[in-house]
């Protein structure tokens, strides 16, 4: 079974500056590989995603994201926070060609951004 | 066009009682999942539907959990003999295929359910 772990529970950021949230994985293969954000009260919303190419994936809100086999990892990126980035963000995994759809997600790291 | 939604947004319940959780996916869709999130951890799967039948059921927890989707679209998550333990959010979300590997998953706001 595939698991997923982000190792910061917490990071505070100030504003303007940059932002790496780590992402590990433990899968026997190339797993599929999302990262989503929690706004307080709100539902899970798609940064972006991997499931095969390029290893360095860009999504919404200026984030990034790049997939390291060697590492089993999958580390989120933003060169420039802004105070609209606090939130709380997922990093996911989905296992390949096996028909099956859960998502197994890590505990979250809760971002907070300083002005 | 209209996201995933979810009702009620917040049920409160006693111990004992029974509970009935709706979710409206995304127009179009063929599948659907529920997923549970405790207070402080990542979003837990429960279950999984092509159409109208349930293709994964694995995650749910024991047999006080039901769901079902009888005409494809809509689905009702329900909870016999709820336990303190069972309070949370229950996200619902949907993809637009029902078959082949892996889609992304569009989530609702989910339902945030506490049990006295």
């Known amino acids: 079974a595939q698991s997923v772990t982000q190792p910061d529970i917490h990071i505070t950021v100030s504003e303007g500056a940059s932002l790496e949230l780590r992402c590990n994985y433990s899968?026997?293969?190339?797993?599929?590989l999302f990262w989503y954000v929690q706004s307080p009260g709100q539902g899970l919303q798609l940064l972006l995603k991997y499931f095969s190419g390029d290893t360095l994936v860009q999504g919404i809100k200026g984030f990034e994201a790049e997939f390291k086999r060697s590492q089993s990892s999958f580390n989120l990126r933003k060169p420039s926070v802004h105070w609209s980035d606090a939130a709380e963000y997922f990093c996911a995994v989905g296992a390949r060609n096996t028909g099956r759809r859960a998502l197994t997600f890590g505990s979250g790291t809760r971002l907070q951004v300083q002005p | 066009g209209a996201g995933v939604s979810q009702t009620p947004s917040n049920k409160v319940t006693e111990k004992g009682k029974y509970v009935e959780l709706r979710c409206d996916p995304i127009?179009?869709?063929?599948?659907l999942y529920w997923y549970r999130q405790s207070l402080g951890q990542g979003p837990e799967f429960l279950i999984y539907?092509?159409?109208?039948?349930?293709?994964?059921d694995s995650g749910l927890p024991n047999d006080r959990f039901f769901a079902v989707r009888p005409e494809g679209s809509v689905s009702t998550l329900k909870i016999q003999r709820t336990e303190r333990g069972d309070s949370a959010v229950y996200l619902c979300a949907s993809s637009l295929r029902g078959s082949g590997d892996m889609e992304t998953q569009y989530f609702g706001p989910g339902t945030r359910l506490l049990v006295l």
């Open positions: 539907f092509q159409g109208t039948g349930a293709a994964d």
């Open positions: 899968y026997g293969a190339t797993p599929y």
């Open positions: 127009s179009g869709h063929t599948a």
